[in-house]
């Protein structure tokens, strides 16, 4: 019985050690013309938001055609650029239990008054898990099923400049208007990694809604188009 203990010490030892982490990766717009709060750019032919929301470094965007005449999304001469390196947009669904990528077509019709909208994974060169966190913050779970709960928590967080985020790319997109060899307009949009954020994953889902339902639904308090996250275990890497 002397020895129980210990072992209890040891496998409350071992949870800990495999506890999952989430990194919050918040990005900002580097365009003026791009609106920082929405991250929405907006002129008389057209708007295109961006959302970076979701699991994983991926780009949705919604291209929205004011005009009475169709437009036209040239696939073909639009990309993205990380550093000096252009990547193809590609179209990446999600099929089954996994993410299907294809590329795209040449053209895309976008008739008058309508929007369409695709989703594009970012190929970062930056391993974002071994980046160190540099300081403590205090954090306040924003909970809209529960207005009074005041709870906040201590995270990690590491924030950057422009000149010295992990990663930086652009989106350019090219359009053509009336018909595929109408007049073509160019959009190059600038994006930077602002700051990382560092908590448990149980903090990150925040407050499970309805747990008597048995859906496992969390409130996800930090759902925001600035950001995107990923799990990963500590153990798994060295922090440089």
């Known amino acids: 019985m002397k020895y129980i203990p210990l072992i209890l010490l040891v496998v409350i030892l071992s949870l800990s050690s495999c506890t999952n982490l989430v990194r919050i990766v918040s990005i900002k717009p ?3 013309s791009v609106d920082s709060a929405t991250l929405t750019f907006e002129n008389d032919t057209l708007s295109i938001k961006y959302n970076f929301y979701g699991e994983g470094s991926y780009l949705n965007l919604m291209i929205y055609n004011k005009l ?7 696939w073909g001469s639009s990309l993205y650029v990380t550093g000096t390196t252009k990547h193809d947009y590609t179209n990446t669904e999600f099929y089954g239990p996994r993410w299907r990528t294809t590329y795209s077509s040449t053209y895309e019709l976008v008739p008058p008054k309508t929007s369409t909208t695709k989703t594009q994974y970012l190929q970062i060169p930056v391993n974002l898990a071994i980046i160190p ?3 403590k913050i205090k954090v306040k779970s924003p909970n809209k099923y529960n207005p009074d709960n005041r709870d906040s928590f201590k ?3 590491t924030d950057f ?3 010295t985020s992990p990663f930086d790319f652009r989106s350019y997109l090219t359009i053509s ?3 595929k060899t109408g007049t073509e307009i160019h959009f190059d ?3 930077w990694i602002s700051n990382i954020k560092e908590m448990t994953k149980d903090q990150f889902l925040g407050t499970e809604i309805d747990p008597s339902s048995g859906n496992e639904v969390y409130s996800n308090p930090f759902r925001d188009i600035h ?3 990923f799990i990963y275990n500590p153990n798994q890497y060295q922090t440089q």
């Open 155 to 157: 995270a990690s967080q």
């Open 161 to 163: 400049f422009r000149n």
């Open 68 to 74: 009475n005449v169709p437009i036209y999304i040239d």
């Open 227 to 229: 950001c995107f996250y």
């Open 177 to 179: 208007v009336g018909s």
């Open 30 to 32: 580097g365009t003026p």
């Open 189 to 191: 949009h600038e994006f």
């Open 133 to 135: 966190m540099v300081r």
